[in-house]
């Protein structure tokens, strides 16, 4: 199994990354600092684009999964997100480019 690293520090890293490139970044839900899932809404210029969650994959690596989060209530998700996996962090990232952001994210090579 290949290990990843904390929660904690990668949202860390993700919210310097956003600030480095001109963004804004805020953590709305801390979770399990070590093991917690993550739940990433990515917006542009306040308007939501996409909604990214790492998940566990059949080989037992991780990969974001991306969905459009422009028809997402993401008041009512991350109510039920949160009640449901109290571990998860739910992490919001205003970008100058969410597209390109996303992609980078996603990329596997």
């Excluded at 970044?25 to 917690?36: K, N, P, T, Y």
């Excluded at 994959?57 to 996996?85: E, G, K, N, P, S």
């Excluded at 919001?92 to 952001?101: H, K």
């Amino acid at each position: 199994m290949t290990d990843r690293l904390p929660a904690h520090l990668e949202a860390s890293s993700l919210l310097r990354r956003v600030d480095g490139a001109g963004g804004f970044g805020a953590v709305l839900h801390r979770g399990d600092r070590e093991r917690g899932s993550l739940l990433i809404l990515i917006l542009e210029r306040g308007a939501p684009r996409s909604l990214l969650e790492r998940q566990l994959q059949d080989d037992f690596t991780y990969q974001w999964a991306v969905q459009d989060a422009r028809d997402c209530d993401w008041t009512i998700l991350r109510r039920d997100r949160t009640r449901i996996d109290p571990d998860c962090w739910l992490i919001e990232l205003d970008v100058p480019d969410a597209e390109r952001f996303t992609a980078e994210m996603t990329f596997v090579g």
